[in-house]
């Protein structure tokens, strides 16, 4: 026997019904938090330039010594401040530096209500090769951790290379 016509999307239209009618319906969506690592960009440095996978982190000394990696970190959904977490890995050896977040929440620089900056951010790379290894083109792998103090967090990994073109 045929289904009349006007009943055949009878069983479509019951399983929508069915699926909309949830505990979350109408409930408001969590807020979606995501950062970005990237390096600090124009004529005042205060942009942020999206690092490219594969791309160049130039490293800078700034009369202390030490050499630091020059990066800026862009978050999302966190509001207008963060705990911000950096970890460089030399890609060859596995050495790990990093930028612990710090005890409080870094205030971030907020282009929005959604988009936060934090730049520039100096990661010390000491300790990442031995004394007297040539970094300029070393791989390495960047880790980006952030969060606020309601508990959102997000992360990103990038693979990069190191660059002392800034060094000369």
Same mark, same amino acid.
């Given at each position: 026997?045929?289904?009349?016509?006007?009943?055949?999307?009878?069983? #479509?239209?019951? *399983?929508?019904?069915?699926?909309?009618?949830?505990?979350?319906?109408? =409930?408001? =969506?969590?807020?979606?938090?995501?950062?970005?690592?990237?390096?600090? /960009?124009?004529?005042?440095?205060?942009?942020?330039? *999206?690092?490219?996978?594969?791309?160049?982190?130039?490293?800078?000394?700034?009369?202390?010594? %030490?050499?630091? $990696?020059? #990066?800026?970190?862009?978050? %999302?959904?966190?509001?207008? $401040? @963060?705990? &911000?977490?950096?970890?460089?890995?030399?890609? $060859?050896?596995?050495?790990?530096?990093? @930028?612990?977040?710090? *005890?409080?929440?870094?205030?971030?620089?907020?282009?929005?209500?959604?988009?936060?900056?934090?730049?520039?951010?100096?990661?010390?790379? /000491?300790?990442?090769?031995?004394?007297?290894?040539?970094?300029?083109?070393?791989? &390495?792998?960047?880790?980006?951790? =952030?969060?606020? =103090?309601?508990? #959102?967090? $997000?992360?990103?990994?990038?693979? @990069?290379?190191?660059?002392?073109?800034?060094?000369?």
């Amino acid at each position: 026997m045929r289904t009349p016509p006007r009943l055949r999307w009878l069983p #479509l239209g019951i *399983a929508a019904l069915v699926g909309c009618s949830g505990e979350d319906a109408g =409930a408001p =969506a969590e807020p979606r938090a995501w950062v970005d690592v990237g390096l600090p /960009g124009g004529a005042d440095g205060l942009e942020f330039v *999206a690092l490219e996978p594969g791309g160049e982190v130039p490293l800078q000394t700034f009369g202390q010594g %030490g050499t630091h $990696a020059l #990066l800026a970190v862009r978050c %999302g959904g966190l509001g207008n $401040a @963060a705990f &911000v977490g950096v970890e460089i890995t030399n890609s $060859a050896t596995g050495d790990t530096v990093s @930028a612990p977040p710090s *005890a409080s929440p870094r205030l971030l620089l907020c282009r929005d209500s959604q988009v936060c900056d934090l730049l520039p951010l100096l990661v010390m790379t /000491g300790g990442l090769v031995p004394p007297g290894t040539d970094r300029d083109g070393l791989a &390495v792998h960047v880790r980006v951790d =952030a969060s606020n =103090a309601d508990g #959102l967090s $997000a992360s990103v990994e990038r693979d @990069a290379f190191l660059s002392t073109a800034a060094l000369r």
